[in-house]
């Protein structure tokens, strides 16, 4: 069984770094796919460029920002549970009602956005406690076991397949909405078929056991506390990024053919691994990093509220019930409006920490879970 070491946790700056290029970069690819809207009309505003901007955007941020989310939920999670145990308290109540709290803040935001993630993070954090008791040893193996992709790989060894009909059917469904409904007619259709479409997504994505991956490697970081400049961290992070970036480079290379479905989530995977290595070994490498990143830390310690805030703003400018973006603006334009999004908020933020020592829903997240 696990216990604490009795080490001071104090905040990790890189983290909240990490999580911001996180918020900032799921919300710069939800523009490009105009908040979940796969339209069949023409275009009216496109250039050249669209392809090769939702090309770079995709290898770069899908699948990886929602990954490193994930991550650094699980290191939190550490963080929050490690600092109960030094204190002789048992968290794992606390943290229970802490996603019960979580699972509320993702209907709010699924009935703005389809596509939330946080519903689905909720319930993945709560299989954090039972794992959370295990010796490190124990925990390593399931993230080994979580990182070969078991479904996918048992998939293609007995040549069974999922079927995804339902999941196409569903999401013709909302993307319906999203492009010719009203408001409220959207909501609903939001809140009735949200969750599954995205517990569906994950399944069809090879998401399904790699997010868990991602909550369980965060939880196993924060115990061998990689994320500080002790000891001999950084080179273990020069190490990651070295070998991360041959097999990318590797891989980039090989058509996966009838093996994609197993090897393009490892391959995010390891894209994914390489982009946290690489900024967490210019953070402490470099000091004109620092002063970089550090605005990126501002907009990561209100990554909830920015989650929120892009969900209503995004769809407001895309859907059909507001400015109906979706069909006016290419790829390349629509990704000139996440920038602006990201700007905006982020001034929101450095307004907000003027004031506040924490922001609006992070702080009422804090209030509720210690009801």
Same mark, same amino acid.
């Given at each position: 069984?696990?216990?604490?070491?009795?080490?001071?946790?104090?905040?990790?700056?890189?983290?909240?770094?990490?999580?911001?290029?996180?918020?900032?970069?799921?919300?710069?690819?939800?523009?490009?796919?105009?908040?979940?809207?796969?339209?069949?009309?023409?275009?009216?505003?496109?250039?050249?460029?669209?392809?090769?901007?939702?090309?770079?955007?995709?290898?770069?941020?899908?699948?990886?920002?929602?990954?490193?989310?994930?991550?650094?939920?699980?290191?939190?999670?550490?963080?929050?549970?490690?600092?109960?145990?030094?204190?002789?308290?048992?968290?794992?109540?606390?943290?229970?009602?802490?996603?019960?709290?979580?699972?509320?803040?993702?209907?709010?935001?699924?009935?703005?956005?389809?596509?939330?993630?946080?519903?689905?993070?909720?319930?993945?954090?709560?299989?954090?406690?039972?794992?959370?008791?295990?010796?490190?040893?124990?925990?390593?193996?399931?993230?080994?076991?979580?990182?070969?992709?078991?479904?996918?790989?048992?998939?293609?060894?007995?040549?069974?397949?999922?079927?995804?009909?339902?999941?196409?059917?569903?999401?013709?469904?909302?993307?319906?909405?999203?492009?010719?409904?009203?408001?409220?007619?959207?909501?609903?259709?939001?809140?009735?078929?949200?969750?599954?479409?995205?517990?569906?997504?994950?399944?069809?994505?090879?998401?399904?056991?790699?997010?868990?991956?991602?909550?369980?490697?965060?939880?196993?970081?924060?115990?061998?506390?990689?994320?500080?400049?002790?000891?001999?961290?950084?080179?273990?992070?020069?190490?990651?990024? @070295?070998? *991360? %970036? !041959? $097999?990318?480079?590797?891989?980039? &290379?090989? =058509?996966?053919?009838?093996?994609?479905?197993? #090897?393009?989530?490892?391959?995010?995977?390891?894209?994914?691994?390489? @982009?946290? *290595? %690489? !900024? $967490?070994?210019?953070?402490?490498? &470099?000091? =004109?990093?620092?002063?970089?990143?550090?605005? #990126?830390?501002?907009?990561?310690?209100?990554?909830?509220?920015?989650?929120?805030?892009?969900? !209503?703003?995004?769809?407001?400018?895309?859907?059909?019930?507001?400015?109906?973006?979706?069909?006016? #603006?290419?790829?390349?334009?629509?990704?000139?409006?996440?920038?602006?999004?990201?700007?905006?908020?982020?001034?929101?933020?450095?307004?907000?920490?003027?004031?506040?020592?924490?922001?609006?829903?992070?702080?009422?997240?804090?209030?509720?879970?210690?009801?």
């Amino acid at each position: 069984m696990y216990k604490t070491r009795n080490l001071p946790n104090t905040r990790i700056d890189v983290a909240d770094a990490l999580r911001g290029i996180a918020v900032a970069g799921i919300i710069l690819y939800h523009s490009v796919e105009h908040f979940n809207i796969f339209t069949q009309e023409p275009i009216t505003y496109s250039l050249a460029s669209d392809q090769t901007v939702a090309d770079v955007l995709a290898w770069l941020l899908s699948g990886k920002m929602y990954g490193i989310f994930a991550m650094l939920f699980g290191l939190s999670f550490f963080i929050m549970n490690d600092n109960q145990q030094q204190k002789g308290k048992n968290f794992s109540g606390r943290f229970a009602w802490r996603m019960c709290l979580l699972f509320m803040f993702g209907i709010i935001n699924v009935a703005f956005y389809d596509g939330d993630i946080l519903m689905l993070y909720a319930c993945y954090g709560l299989l954090l406690i039972p794992i959370s008791y295990l010796p490190s040893k124990w925990v390593w193996c399931i993230i080994a076991l979580l990182a070969i992709q078991p479904v996918e790989l048992y998939c293609l060894l007995t040549g069974y397949e999922i079927d995804h009909t339902r999941f196409y059917e569903v999401s013709g469904i909302i993307n319906s909405a999203h492009e010719h409904a009203t408001f409220w007619e959207n909501t609903l259709t939001n809140l009735r078929y949200g969750f599954e479409v995205n517990l569906r997504f994950n399944v069809f994505s090879g998401r399904l056991t790699q997010l868990l991956c991602l909550f369980i490697l965060g939880m196993q970081l924060g115990r061998q506390r990689l994320f500080y400049n002790e000891g001999r961290n950084l080179k273990i992070w020069h190490r990651i990024l @070295i070998c *991360s %970036a !041959i $097999v990318v480079i590797a891989l980039s &290379f090989v =058509g996966f053919g009838s093996l994609e479905s197993w #090897l393009k989530p490892i391959y995010n995977f390891i894209i994914l691994l390489m @982009i946290v *290595s %690489a !900024i $967490v070994s210019a953070w402490y490498a &470099f000091e =004109g990093v620092r002063r970089v990143l550090h605005h #990126l830390c501002i907009f990561g310690r209100m990554s909830l509220t920015n989650y929120l805030l892009q969900s !209503i703003i995004g769809c407001a400018i895309f859907c059909g019930y507001g400015l109906a973006c979706y069909h006016h #603006l290419g790829i390349t334009y629509a990704v000139m409006i996440g920038c602006g999004m990201v700007i905006c908020q982020y001034l929101f933020a450095r307004y907000w920490f003027s004031s506040h020592p924490r922001g609006p829903l992070e702080g009422l997240w804090r209030k509720l879970t210690w009801i």
